[in-house]
């Protein structure tokens, strides 16, 4: 072996490893937020505590969840418009939501938000109650 194949294999052992290190901590970058993401579509705080402060906003149709997404960030009322898509998506109130002008707090959550914004019209097939 000579003084050049050794430098030679030292320094593709170098790289490898530092190429390896460098996808791991990627991975693991990667993977944390993908967690956290994760945990904070079930799990998102309200935009402030206690009373909060009320904003009106006015939703067109036709409604879609990015374009609502979009307003409540923008009016401060959610963090992120990707993260409320994919709670709408999962809500019991999933293509439910209608146009309209609504009233929502900075102290609600999105899950909240969404309520206050679903269909307050009867299903199909049921009636009205009238006393």
Same mark, same amino acid.
């Given at each position: 072996m000579?003084?050049?194949?050794?430098?030679?294999?030292?320094v593709e052992?170098?790289?490898?490893?530092? $190429?390896?290190? $460098?996808?791991?901590?990627?991975?693991?970058k #990667? #993977?944390?937020a *993908?967690?956290?993401?994760? $945990?904070?579509? $079930?799990?998102? %705080?309200?935009?402030s505590?206690? %009373?909060g402060?009320?904003?009106?906003?006015?939703?067109?149709?036709p409604?879609? /969840?990015?374009?609502? +997404?979009e307003?409540?960030e923008?009016?401060?009322?959610?963090?992120? *418009?990707?993260?409320f898509?994919?709670?709408?998506?999962?809500?019991?109130?999933?293509?439910?939501?209608?146009a309209?002008?609504?009233d929502l707090?900075? #102290?609600?959550? *999105?899950? %909240?938000m969404? /309520?206050v914004?679903a *269909?307050?019209?009867?299903e199909? +097939?049921?009636e009205?109650?009238t006393?």
């Open positions: 000579g003084i050049k194949s050794i430098i030679g294999s030292t052992l170098i790289i490898k490893v530092a $190429f390896l290190v $460098f996808a791991v901590s990627y991975v693991m #990667a #993977a944390t *993908a967690y956290d993401y994760g $945990f904070r579509v $079930f799990t998102e %705080e309200p935009v505590q206690g %009373e402060r009320t904003i009106s906003i006015s939703l067109d149709d409604v879609s /969840a990015r374009d609502v +997404g307003l409540l923008e009016r401060g009322l959610i963090r992120d *418009a990707n993260l898509v994919i709670q709408e998506l999962l809500s019991e109130n999933h293509g439910k939501l209608q309209g002008i609504y707090n900075t #102290a609600m959550t *999105a899950e %909240e969404m /309520a914004m *269909a307050d019209a009867p199909e +097939g049921e009205e109650e006393k």
